[in-house]
């Protein structure tokens, strides 16, 4: 594969770091400038100083899980803008509720990129099966497309019979939205007995792509790949053709963290997904997205070289009640900070008979007989809750994110 969608995907890691970096410390003084809420939660902070990774890594975290709030007690936006909300292209709404902006630029969301890396190229028709209704998704598919000089059929969600019979008269060439309606789609084409063979790639979002629903799709003449967006970053990050993991977007930067913290976490292991955004109108900085995922080791065989994700791997926020009281993942990490021995923790809830009961797993090649002890009063008097504490030897406790455990449900 020789096509990119710019010089871009395809520089040094020492080359990106630079640029990055470089660019960083400007978009530091914007938010504290002209972003109020960002302006607090920035404070005192040295733009400047904000120079590499580890530098990145002592910013506080700003959590996808706290906007609801923090937009009710300040809307619409919670001052995380730097635009007056009159001066914004478009407003959008999704589950919570939260409020999205949109500004002018052409390609706001970014997702041009990742719809290139599909294989979508000027003058090819999409079927843009994304909602238009209250939430971007339609649009920053669309305004994607049209950067990269493809029209858009603006098909939107349900009516499948009608998105049949429109695909076998309008022949597009892609699809965008999620790959269980594309499913439906071609389903309902095959049953009406309708041609859909001049769709032959898609772009998919939304939801989970397991390799069985990749491979029908396939059978059914359509290849396709995925990409990772949100309302409030656009592009984190999209698969290529070489479908082997998905890669950073070029307008973020992406660090993996210990759920309930802003720590980072060893190259392969599971954690966060936090994201830092260079959109000049939304300068998120440290954006923690409350979804799990971890780095893939080397570049993408695509001869893209920007960090790769294993892709979505669960969601980070694992708060849990237990007898009556709320049990969140940073109480758990902050446990764990209080014992340097711990190499990895887990809190597992579980119940017997009609009793929650707890027990405080770690991962520790410590011998002391006291250490078990000193964990539980720790963890008591950050929870106010009462745990049995096992230590495990290092290695024992999965990869895979998870710091809360619940076995009651």
Same mark, same amino acid.
């Given at each position: 594969?020789?096509?990119?969608?710019?010089?871009?995907?395809?520089?040094?890691?020492?080359?990106?770091?630079?640029?990055?970096?470089?660019?960083?410390?400007?978009?530091?003084?914007?938010?504290?400038?002209?972003?109020?809420?960002?302006?607090?939660?920035?404070?005192?902070?040295?733009?400047?100083?904000?120079?590499?990774?580890?530098?990145?890594?002592?910013?506080?975290?700003?959590?996808?899980?706290?906007?609801?709030?923090?937009? &009710?007690?300040?809307?619409?936006?919670?001052?995380?803008?730097?635009?007056?909300?009159?001066?914004?292209r478009r407003v959008f709404?999704?589950?919570?509720?939260?409020?999205?902006?949109?500004?002018?630029? =052409? *390609?706001?969301?970014?997702?041009?990129?990742?719809? +290139?890396?599909?294989? +979508? !190229?000027?003058?090819?028709?999409?079927? /843009?099966?994304?909602?238009?209704?209250?939430?971007?998704?339609?649009?920053? +598919?669309?305004?994607?497309?049209?950067?990269?000089?493809?029209?858009?059929?603006?098909?939107?969600?349900? /009516?499948?019979?009608?998105?049949?019979?429109?695909?076998?008269?309008?022949?597009?060439?892609?699809?965008?939205?999620?790959?269980?309606?594309?499913?439906?789609?071609?389903?309902?084409?095959? %049953?009406?007995?309708?041609?859909?063979?001049?769709?032959?790639?898609?772009?998919?979002?939304? %939801?989970?792509?397991?390799?069985?629903?990749?491979?029908?799709?396939?059978?059914?003449?359509?290849? $396709?790949?995925?990409?990772?967006?949100?309302?409030?970053?656009?592009?984190?990050?999209?698969?290529?053709?070489?479908?082997?993991?998905?890669?950073?977007?070029?307008?973020?930067?992406? %660090?993996?963290?210990?759920?309930?913290?802003?720590?980072?976490?060893?190259?392969?292991?599971?954690? %966060?997904?936090?994201?830092?955004? +260079? /959109?000049?109108?939304?300068?998120?900085?440290?954006?923690?997205?409350?979804?799990?995922?971890?780095?893939?080791?080397?570049?993408?065989?695509?001869?893209?070289? =920007?960090?790769?994700?294993?892709?979505?791997?669960? &969601?980070? *926020?694992?708060?849990?009640?237990?007898?009556?009281?709320?049990?969140?993942?940073?109480?758990?990490?902050?446990?764990? !900070?209080?014992?340097?021995?711990? &190499?990895?923790?887990?809190?597992?809830v579980d119940k017997a008979?009609?009793?929650?009961?707890?027990?405080?797993? $770690?991962?520790?090649?410590?011998?002391?007989?006291?250490?078990?002890?000193?964990?539980?009063?720790?963890?008591?008097?950050?929870?106010?809750?009462?745990?049995?504490?096992?230590?495990?030897?290092?290695?024992?406790?999965? /990869?895979?994110?998870? $710091?809360?455990?619940?076995? !009651?449900?």
């Amino acid at each position: 594969m020789t096509e990119y969608f710019d010089s871009l995907e395809t520089r040094s890691a020492d080359a990106r770091d630079a640029a990055l970096f470089a660019a960083l410390p400007g978009q530091v003084a914007l938010a504290q400038a002209d972003a109020p809420a960002l302006g607090r939660l920035l404070a005192g902070i040295d733009p400047a100083s904000v120079s590499d990774r580890a530098a990145l890594a002592r910013l506080p975290v700003i959590r996808k899980s706290e906007l609801t709030d923090l937009q &009710r007690a300040d809307p619409p936006f919670a001052g995380l803008i730097t635009v007056p909300p009159g001066e914004l292209r478009r407003v959008f709404a999704s589950p919570g509720p939260i409020y999205d902006p949109e500004g002018w630029d =052409n *390609d706001w969301w970014r997702i041009g990129r990742a719809l +290139f890396a599909a294989g +979508f !190229r000027w003058g090819e028709l999409m079927q /843009n099966c994304f909602s238009y209704h209250f939430t971007p998704g339609g649009v920053m +598919f669309e305004s994607g497309a049209h950067a990269l000089g493809c029209p858009v059929f603006p098909a939107g969600t349900g /009516n499948t019979e009608q998105q049949a019979r429109a695909m076998a008269d309008l022949r597009p060439a892609g699809y965008g939205g999620t790959p269980s309606f594309l499913k439906i789609i071609l389903e309902k084409a095959e %049953e009406m007995g309708l041609d859909h063979s001049s769709l032959t790639k898609a772009c998919v979002s939304g %939801e989970a792509l397991p390799p069985p629903l990749r491979q029908h799709l396939a059978e059914l003449g359509v290849a $396709v790949t995925q990409c990772y967006a949100t309302a409030d970053l656009g592009l984190i990050a999209y698969e290529s053709q070489a479908r082997q993991g998905l890669i950073v977007d070029e307008g973020v930067m992406v %660090e993996i963290v210990r759920p309930g913290t802003g720590d980072p976490v060893p190259e392969g292991e599971v954690g %966060e997904v936090v994201v830092t955004s +260079f /959109n000049p109108d939304y300068p998120l900085i440290r954006f923690a997205t409350g979804d799990l995922s971890a780095v893939l080791a080397g570049p993408s065989p695509c001869g893209r070289t =920007n960090m790769r994700l294993k892709g979505w791997m669960g &969601r980070a *926020d694992q708060t849990t009640k237990v007898k009556g009281m709320f049990v969140h993942p940073r109480q758990v990490a902050e446990t764990a !900070r209080r014992h340097p021995e711990i &190499r990895r923790a887990r809190l597992v809830v579980d119940k017997a008979g009609e009793t929650d009961t707890l027990t405080f797993t $770690v991962e520790s090649a410590s011998s002391d007989p006291a250490l078990a002890a000193a964990i539980r009063d720790s963890f008591q008097s950050l929870c106010g809750l009462k745990t049995e504490v096992a230590v495990v030897p290092p290695g024992s406790l999965p /990869n895979d994110g998870i $710091v809360i455990q619940d076995k !009651r449900v």
